[in-house]
C-alpha cells in the first residue's frame, strides 16, 4: 500500500471538492477532476463532487493520497474562508436560479394584454 498523509479537517463532514482544494490536491479544476472519474475515495472511484467526507476516509487524487482525520482546533483560515467563501456562493447560485424559476413561471401565467 502507498505512503499517505494525514491531512486534519476541522469540519466533520466536508464536501469532497472543497477538501481537494483545501488540501492543495487540485487547483481549481476540483469539480471536473471528480465528474471525470480521477478521484478514489476509499479506493472506489467517485463522480460526486458533494460526496461526504469523513474521518478515517482514505483519498487519492493526482498521485496524491491523503487520510482524512478530525480536529476541531486545526481550523486555518484558508481553510475557513475556502468553506465559508464556498458556501456563499452555492447560496447566491440557488437564489438566482430561483428568481429565473420565479420570472420565468410568471412569464407563463400572466396573459399579455393587449387591446
Known sequence: M????????????????KLLKIADMVSG?????????????????????????????IIEC???IIKVAYDPSKKSTEFINTVVLASKKDQRKKRAKS???TISSEAVTKPSQKR
Do not use: W
Not at 2 to 17: G, N, Q
Open 2 to 17: 502507498s505512503e499517505h498523509s494525514t491531512f486534519d479537517i476541522c469540519v466533520e463532514p466536508i464536501e469532497l471538492y
Open 29 to 57: 479544476e476540483a469539480k471536473t477532476m471528480i465528474s471525470d472519474g480521477n478521484v478514489l475515495v476509499n479506493n472506489e472511484v467517485t463522480v460526486q463532487k458533494r460526496k461526504k467526507i469523513r474521518s478515517g476516509d
Open 99 to 101: 428568481k429565473a424559476r
Open 62 to 64: 493526482n498521485g496524491k
